[in-house]
């Protein structure tokens, strides 16, 4: 399926067209139209889910009515050592598969009371 980009994708920002492609229940792929750039994409539901609230002008530009109408994925960062894998999971990218609109968003580690998150993580 063929998706509009409303909100931006970090390090697309030219690409105004994706084309998801599912693997399988938990992985997906979705491929510039004009670049050809390929992203890997982790349903939001393969992992313990996080709570939080949409923007209205997030909702707005990807015209989203009911939760129901959009799938939520992390971007997930293959490598060739398993060990250097990663998942970004505070910038879900969120497609409205009724309306054919994406959009990646940014979340407040603050909002969602996880702000000392970073105070946690070891120094190297």
């Known amino acids: 399926m063929e998706y509009d980009v409303v909100i931006s994708i970090d390090g697309f920002e030219n690409e105004k067209k994706f084309i998801l492609e599912k693997i399988d229940d ?3 792929v979705i491929r510039g139209v004009e ?3 390929e992203l890997r994409l982790m349903s939001f539901g393969a992992l313990k889910s996080l ?3 949409l923007p209205e002008e997030f909702t707005e530009k990807l015209e989203i009515q009911t939760i129901d109408d959009i799938s939520i994925y992390y971007i997930f960062v293959l490598q060739t050592a398993n060990n250097d894998n990663s998942l970004n999971t505070f910038s879900p990218v969120i497609l409205n598969n009724k309306t054919k609109k994406m959009g990646q968003i940014h979340l407040d580690l603050k909002e969602l009371g996880l702000e000392g998150l970073n105070d946690m993580l070891p120094n190297f």
Do not use: C, G
């Open 35 to 37: 670049t050809e750039s």
């Open 26 to 28: 938990f992985f997906s």
């Open 51 to 53: 709570k939080f609230e």
